[in-house]
């Protein structure tokens, strides 16, 4: 059978028995989940038992490429990771650009499993059909921009620092050396299979089934990406960092860990400011015409996503610029998470009642990343931390997860989209900020909860499907899922609709919540921290009553239970059904 | 300001010059602009949907400013203007697309007076080319017909493009039945 788009084959590696399998996939399956964060979690969910030590050799590790990965779709050139986090204990998926992904499925492979553990720390080179598990022994100790240098001669090079090495419990692995999988601590598993890099290279194109149709389709997404203020005047400009004034303007910019909501230091923070002091270069993803990463010209040091700017620094009352790209380049090498290692730092500060100044910033980056004096206890995030220091009020998460960059008090889209997401507190679930701070699509009232329920249950199906094709939730500020459903047609010769790609994002969402389920996560779960519903900033606190009404809402607009249970009707119409017996 | 926004946005509305969504207000003050927000609706303005860009450097806020903003900015950087509106006027739409000319002659004394002429220019949504030829026109036109799309009026307050504005709609429907008489 001849495949279009996809691989039709992924890589297992056992690297407790150092056995190597390429096993065919089934277009069938395809179909359901297309690939990316769709056949991780399927995979995932099929391959763990319930209560699995998430930092154990039982985990599992899929690193899945989608069907539009490597293809000349613009946006595409990504990949995602699925596991159970050792962070929050829910299934986790991530999504990376950089070029890994393309070059896996250049190398003829859609997916890699990895499971066990290694006795002795290895790496995996993967060229064509070459897969080989080799000793990393000498690597191991480096941290991320050495271990790239080391390996970047075999391919696209995904390693771990030593913050993985070291099992934090947020650290990344990280992709030709600026590129994350970030959140849930994906690093510390890959840590615990002492598993130091996969390096990866191809010299295969995926086949595209109608070529000419999907020059018109590229050409109706380029069009898009055009005319879009946010991909082409903002992204493209200035980066991420352009949402820091836009985010101070509306009063919902973390301070002093979701204590306060504006600065007036912002805009030395702002993408603007970035501009005015630094020669920056473009360093884009493959494939992708926002081009919204950067670094700093001449060194070559990357300039922090709006994220880091604002937890690592505003959240944590640092708003010295430099300090903030140091930390962010630290965390980038040590292997972190930026929001995670600044959002257990301003916690940490809270709790302690300390005023941060950028070397006390810097430091405890430096003690995090390897684990020494209070970095050990920080290693753990904030949501352990907190609990063991007897206030785990001061810990700003939704199920484990850190808080990112928008204070919910002031979007509350956003705020339901924290709470029932299913990787815990994540802005990229439903990214609701499209409409409540862009106006893209269309401009929704962000202090409103009309409506608010049906739209993150619609926008986190959506999501999860553009994360299975994989393409970069950035181009949904400009396309809708009716251009990606015909870009998908048109690469792998399966007739997709809108509504059937919308329908695999929901049964990828259903089979996540049925993950949480089974590990014991409940529908008290799908909570903000209780400062949000009593501490007013700027922002008038959000009413507990409102939020639960909406939280109701929202289970309806799902077809789940009261209680947050998916329903048996539900899971039949997804193709799901078997798997009600967790649940029931 | 805002309440300036608010008052003309509820006016267009309210008198069939445009529908709630079509259409963008700005107004200069030194090297900024104030602009309203992309996917406001213009009869529903408040101060959170009005924004605050330079003129002659991109900002942060370009992102949430009317996709019309390019527009906005050729304008104030090649005319006198001080305001801007545009609007969706359905007779000025009408006429541009039943006419091949690229101009359209009023035949009513106040708009023959106020107007003379009023040009018909060509160019997508928020492109580089509409905002040229917009600019271009304007620097000797109180307003312009955009061919299929709309109405730009430009004037030294909002209330005088609010005017300049009605003046062509009122020019496009006398013409347009006095055509078909």
Same mark, same amino acid.
């Given at each position: ?25 089934? $277009? ?14 399927? $995979? ?12 154990s050799g039982d985990n599992l590790l899929v690193f899945a490429a989608g069907p539009l990965t490597g293809t000349p779709v613009p946006t595409t050139g990504r990949f995602a990771c699925v596991s159970k986090s050792p962070l929050t204990g829910t ?302 009020? $001061? ?152 939020f639960m009404s909406a939280l109701l809402e929202y289970y309806r607009a799902r077809d789940w239970t009261k209680d947050g249970i998916p329903t048996h009707d539900k899971l039949q119409t997804l193709s799901i059904a078997g798997e009600y017996s967790?649940?029931? | ?67 019309? $903003? ?112």
């Amino acid at each position: 059978m001849k495949w279009y788009g996809w691989a039709g084959k992924l890589v297992d590696i056992d690297l407790s028995h150092r056995r190597i399998q390429v096993i065919p996939l089934e $277009l069938d399956m395809m179909r359901l989940y297309l690939g990316g964060r769709g056949l991780g979690v399927h $995979l995932v969910y099929n391959e763990l038992t319930s209560r699995t030590d998430p930092l154990s050799g039982d985990n599992l590790l899929v690193f899945a490429a989608g069907p539009l990965t490597g293809t000349p779709v613009p946006t595409t050139g990504r990949f995602a990771c699925v596991s159970k986090s050792p962070l929050t204990g829910t299934i986790l998926d991530s999504n990376c650009g950089g070029r890994f992904g393309p070059y896996l499925k250049f190398a003829g492979y859609d997916a890699i499993v990895v499971r066990g553990a290694s006795r002795i720390p290895v790496y995996i080179r993967i060229a064509d059909d070459v897969v080989l598990i080799e000793d990393a022994r000498s690597l191991w100790g480096k941290n991320v921009r050495d271990t790239t240098t080391a390996l970047k001669g075999y391919g696209s090079v995904l390693c771990i620092g030593t913050a993985g090495e070291r099992l934090v419990r947020f650290a990344n692995i990280m992709n030709d050396n600026t590129s994350a999988l970030g959140r849930g601590g994906l690093g510390a598993v890959m840590g615990s299979k002492n598993l130091k890099a996969i390096v990866v290279n191809g010299s295969n194109r995926p086949n595209v089934y109608d070529a000419n149709l999907l020059q018109h389709r590229n050409a109706d997404i380029t069009r898009l990406l055009i005319a879009s203020p946010v991909s082409s005047k903002g992204l493209r400009v200035y980066g991420t960092p352009v949402l820091m004034n836009l985010i101070n303007y509306m009063k919902v910019l973390p301070i002093a860990n979701f204590r306060r909501s504006t600065s007036p230091h912002a805009y030395e923070l702002s993408g603007e400011r970035i501009h005015e002091r630094f020669g920056v270069k473009l360093t884009p993803c493959y494939g992708c015409p926002i081009a919204c990463k950067r670094e700093i010209k001449p060194s070559g040091v990357e300039v922090p996503e709006y994220e880091t700017l604002a937890i690592l620094g505003t959240s944590c009352e640092v708003t010295n610029l430099n300090a903030i790209i140091e930390a962010n380049h630290l965390c980038n090498d040590y292997g972190m998470d930026t929001i995670s290692c600044g959002a257990t730092i301003a916690c940490y500060a809270e709790l302690n009642n300390l005023q941060l100044d950028p070397e006390t910033l810097i430091s405890l980056v430096h003690k995090i990343g390897t684990r020494k004096d209070v970095g050990d206890e920080l290693a753990e995030g904030a949501h352990r931390y907190a609990k063991k220091m007897g206030h785990p009020e $001061l810990s700003m998460d939704v199920k484990g997860l850190e808080l990112p960059g928008y204070d919910p008090r002031g979007v509350l889209g956003m705020a339901l989209g924290y709470a029932t997401s299913n990787r815990g507190g994540c802005h990229t679930r439903a990214y609701i900020v499209g409409m409540e701070i862009f106006g893209k699509p269309k401009l929704i009232h962000r202090l409103s909860w009309v409506g608010k329920p049906n739209l993150v249950a619609l926008l986190q199906n959506i999501f999860a499907a553009v994360d299975s094709t994989v393409m970069c939730k950035f181009a949904l500020f400009s396309v809708s899922e009716e251009e990606i459903a015909n870009a998908l047609s048109a690469v792998t010769g399966v007739d997709f609709t809108s509504e059937d790609f919308i329908q695999v994002g929901e049964r990828i969402w259903n089979l996540e919540r049925l993950f949480n389920l089974r590990e014991g996560f409940t529908k008290l779960d799908d909570m903000l921290p209780e400062r949000f519903f009593q501490e007013d900033t700027d922002v008038k606190r959000i009413s507990k009553s409102e939020f639960m009404s909406a939280l109701l809402e929202y289970y309806r607009a799902r077809d789940w239970t009261k209680d947050g249970i998916p329903t048996h009707d539900k899971l039949q119409t997804l193709s799901i059904a078997g798997e009600y017996s967790h649940v029931a | 300001m805002w309440r300036e926004f608010d008052k003309f946005g509820k006016k267009l509305v309210q008198y069939g010059l445009t529908h709630s969504h079509f259409g963008n207000m700005s107004v200069r003050v030194g090297d900024k602009m104030f602009i309203t927000r992309s996917g406001s609706m213009l009869d529903e303005l408040d101060e959170n949907q009005i924004v605050e860009v330079h003129l002659h450097k991109p900002t942060s806020f370009d992102i949430i400013a009317s996709s019309e $903003l390019i527009v906005h900015r050729e304008i104030y950087k090649n005319t006198s203007a001080l305001a801007i509106i545009h609007a969706h006027s359905p007779f000025a739409v009408i006429l541009s697309l039943l006419t091949d000319e690229k101009e359209i002659m009023p035949v009513d004394s106040e708009s023959i007076y106020f107007l003379h002429e009023i040009p018909i220019i060509t160019g997508k949504v928020g492109s580089a080319e509409l905002a040229h030829n917009a600019a271009d026109a304007l620097k000797d036109h109180k307003a312009v017909i955009i061919k299929g799309h709309g109405t730009i009026a430009v004037g030294k307050i909002l209330e005088e493009a609010y005017v300049n504005l009605c003046c062509v709609e009122h020019a496009c429907k006398v013409k347009y039945f006095m055509d078909r008489s």
